[in-house]
């Protein structure tokens, strides 16, 4: 795909920091998935064979499973509202834009499940609830400054996010809920691939 062709004349995005002194830039999509989707992929699935975090996933997961059929339609309302945004916006519903927009979920799933559920709840038995939140996400915020290179700036409104994330799940105890909330956000943050973002930086 013609988006997968990283863009080497980009020095610096809109979140991520410069190019390293060994030429070192997130400019695909491709990029982005190995270097941070399977990063967070492989975070998840390692909690998930964790037997302690089975009750943690119960507990979470409750109002999904009592009401499936509302959080399919937040989800498609919420896919529509993407649709409409980026042809507002004047971008083409591509087949690598609808990618995208699952690898968005994606990752709102595993970083949700990891971060802010499984994470946490093997920590707070040992520092309590407060403490485990916040290591949690400065594990999170840490990851992206790694994986995506982004500014530490950036990274700080991801600490600060995930911590309003972790509130909302110990409010709700709804892990559906705050992978959608997630999901919008994050969206909002990135409604395109990189490499897209980077060559309307450099068209300008």
Not at 118 to 132: D, E, Q, R, W, Y
Request: with cysteine; net charge positive; glycine share 6%.
């Amino acid at each position: 795909m013609s988006d997968d062709v990283p863009n080497n004349s980009a020095q610096e995005g809109r979140l991520q920091r410069k190019a390293s002194v060994k030429g070192s830039f997130i400019s695909t999509f491709r990029q982005v998935f190995l270097r941070h989707g399977l990063t967070m992929g492989f975070i998840a699935v390692c909690c998930l064979i964790l037997p302690e975090v089975s009750q943690a996933i119960a507990w979470s997961s409750s109002p999904l499973m009592s009401a499936p059929i509302y959080y399919f339609g937040v989800s498609v309302g919420l896919l529509l509202f993407f649709f409409i945004f980026l042809r507002l916006k004047g971008h083409q519903l591509t087949q690598t834009q609808v990618a995208w927009l699952g690898y968005l979920l994606f990752i709102s799933v595993v970083e949700e499940f990891a971060f802010r559920l499984m994470l946490p709840s093997l920590l707070v038995g040992v520092m309590g609830i407060i403490p485990a939140a916040v290591l949690s996400n400065v594990l999170f915020a840490s990851i992206h400054y790694i994986t995506l290179r982004w500014k530490l700036i950036n990274c700080l409104g991801v600490f600060f996010g995930g911590m309003g994330l972790s509130r909302l799940l110990s409010n709700t105890e709804d892990i559906a809920l705050v992978i959608l909330v997630h999901w919008f956000f994050t969206f909002l943050n990135t409604p395109t691939s990189p490499n897209r973002q980077a060559q309307a930086v450099v068209s300008e």
